[in-house]
């Protein structure tokens, strides 16, 4: 029962099939407002009606994009919208409840990257078909005494690189000067094998608040990095457990003595393509959902019912998800993490602060689901953590006096200005070739027309002081690509510089007019 007094009325679209009729309500305050969908579809002679509420307060924290996005997603799942119905135009909402095409168009940008909606150019938004998903509230031996010299370019374009001017140097000079003192000798001593409980405890706190991860410390194992816990997860496992990875995907991965033994699973603008896994015989599989290495697929909606429902039909099945950079999506909020989605206990989370903080802090964790737990004391009684205690401490306190989330702020907006400075270049100077993989992280994926190969372009940027990674250094099995395709990192190279670093390379490429 509407207690609140529609103040306005209009109708947004008309034609002969699809009718939507739009009121606005709102207090006298005027904080609240109810958009009022009605969707009249004609089928056969009978007409169908669906009324739908979405709720936007203008006093609330949470920003109203974000308000709009949860309002429609949740009446997609629960299939309030049904499939293919069109959403009004960004124009018509916007101007209808007075607020601006950009917010519209961030919730819609949202939708779209998520799966729930699908765009027709020219035409507008229309509701994808998904299933329900499912939520929780929640390194040659040296003979030489010579120390050797690090490798120097001129512009470095690795996908692991960071901003290093943008590291709060004076900050965490005091956390580790606080934190080496006599009132800290404990700490010389072993700690817990699966990490120290303070540094476990902000972990959890970090992910219930910005990824929608519910868990309990107990559940956390900190360690110094993905490749080291990875072979511990499979530990877990019988030996003939089978191990499937994306294709490409994480090269550090084939390296833990995976090779042999792992089922390579194709990628692509969706993300991990479900249906060849479900034709596999894994049991296991690996996937980067929020933002896939090196691709930069999201996965989408549906496919990560897909995937999930996999896990569920059978009780040796787990996901290992690696949400190695999901904070830094520019735009709208980072994508959910398929362990917030998973109401099986069926999806091992793995995260670190290598892209976050610095790659040569050397913490990575992961989250065992609880039906693990018993196996995992049960094979690591003896281990010792790998990260020193010091260290953990020190990130504890930097997370704990809220020094990590405005970190994160502040590095955010420094690579989405070297993210939108790349990308203008490209397509200014540079229309010929495709960019692709670019909504979020620290790289994307540059598809060169190009006579030579992606070995001999990689010889002559390295001649030049660029180093550059082709696409293939990630494959676990050969694939096709209609051009040479290269990793294109920009997380490491000056904003100032990111133009420069552009030309420079791209007229490596061309110095000698190459055919395209």
Known sequence: MLLFPIIALRILKVNPNLLYVVAFCKFYHDHFA??????????????????????????????????????????????????????????????????????????????????????????????????????????????????????????????????????????????????????????????????????RVEIARYLYESRGIYCIPEQIVIGSGTEQLLPMILRLFDEDAKFALENPGYSAI????????????????????????????????????????????????????QLLKWASQNSSRYIIEDDYDSEFRYIGKPIPALQGLDKGDRVIYMSTFSKSIMPSLRVAYLILPLSLLPKYKEVFSYYSATVPRFDQHILANFMRDGHFSKHLNRMRKIYRKKHDKLISVFSKCYPHVKISGDSAGM???????????????QAKALTTGLHIQPITRYMLTPLLYAHPTFILGFGGIPLESIENAVHALMQTFYDDNSTL
């Open 34 to 199: 109810i958009l009022i969908l009605t969707n009249t579809r004609k089928n056969q002679g009978e007409q169908k009606m669906e009324l739908l509420f979405l709720t936007l307060n203008k006093d609330e924290d949470t920003s109203l994009y974000e308000q709009l996005y949860l309002n429609l997603k949740q009446a997609i799942i629960q299939k309030d919208i049904a499939f293919g119905t069109k959403l009004p135009s960004k124009r018509a909402l916007g101007d209808f409840l007075n607020i601006s095409q950009t917010t519209i168009e961030l919730a819609y940008g949202q939708l779209l990257a998520e799966g729930y909606i699908m765009s027709k150019p020219r035409v507008g938004y229309f509701v994808e078909a998904i299933d329900e998903l499912p939520y929780v509230e929640k390194v040659a031996h040296q003979t030489t005494t010579q120390l050797e010299q690090p490798l120097s370019f001129q512009y470095d374009f690795s996908p692991g690189k960071i901003d290093e001017d943008g590291f709060p140097f004076q900050l965490w000079r005091k956390y580790a000067k606080d934190i080496y003192d006599e009132s800290s000798k404990y700490l010389l001593q072993s700690g817990h094998p699966q990490g120290e409980q303070v540094l």
């Open 254 to 305: 084939p390296q833990a003595h995976l090779q042999s033994r792992a089922i390579p699973i194709s990628v692509d603008e969706d993300g991990l393509i479900v249906d060849e896994l479900e034709k596999s015989e894994a049991n296991l599989v690996y996937i980067t959902p929020s933002h896939q290495f090196p691709t930069g697929a999201v996965l989408s909606a549906t496919r990560r019912t």
């Open 443 to 457: 790289h994307v994926l540059l598809s060169v027309p190009h006579s030579l190969s992606e070995k001999e372009l």
